[in-house]
Nanobody, 123 residues
C-alpha cells in the first residue's frame, strides 16, 4: 500500500494550494481519510478528515472556512484545497487512511500514511 501526496510548495500569504493524495495497492473507498500537518517543534495535528462516503467531514478550528477536504473514490484519491493561506499554515502535510469508515482526529485511528508534502507560506 502506498499513499503519494503531492501539491505542496511555496506560496505567499493569501494564496492557495491544492494537495492530492493518491492511494495504490488496494481500494480505500470504505475507509475514512485525513490530512495532518506537522510544523518543526510541534506535534502532528489533524487539519481535516472525511468519512468514506464524503458525507461528513471534520476541520480544525484553525482552518475552518479556508480548507476543504474532498475525495474521489473512483480515483482512490483525497484532496485538500487550501485557500487564504497564512504563514502559520507552514508545515509538512501528511495524508492518511483510517482503520474504519468515519472521520477521526486522532492519529492512532489511521493505518496508512503518506510521505508528506511541504507547504511553506511566506508573509
Amino acid at each position: 500500500v502506498q499513499l503519494q501526496a503531492s501539491g505542496g510548495g511555496l506560496v505567499q500569504a493569501g494564496g492557495s494550494l491544492r494537495l492530492s493524495c493518491a492511494a495504490s495497492g488496494r481500494t480505500f473507498s470504505r475507509n475514512g481519510m485525513g490530512w495532518f500537518r506537522q510544523a518543526p517543534g510541534k506535534e502532528r495535528e489533524c487539519v481535516a478528515a472525511i468519512s468514506w462516503s464524503g458525507g461528513s467531514a471534520y476541520y480544525a478550528d484553525s482552518v475552518k472556512g479556508r480548507f476543504t477536504i474532498s475525495r474521489d473514490n473512483a480515483k482512490n484519491t483525497v484532496y485538500l484545497q487550501m485557500n487564504s493561506l497564512k504563514p502559520e499554515d507552514t508545515a509538512a502535510y501528511y495524508c492518511a487512511v483510517a482503520k474504519s469508515s468515519g472521520w477521526y482526529v486522532s492519529a492512532g485511528n489511521y493505518a496508512y500514511w503518506g510521505q508528506g508534502t511541504q507547504v511553506t507560506v511566506s508573509s
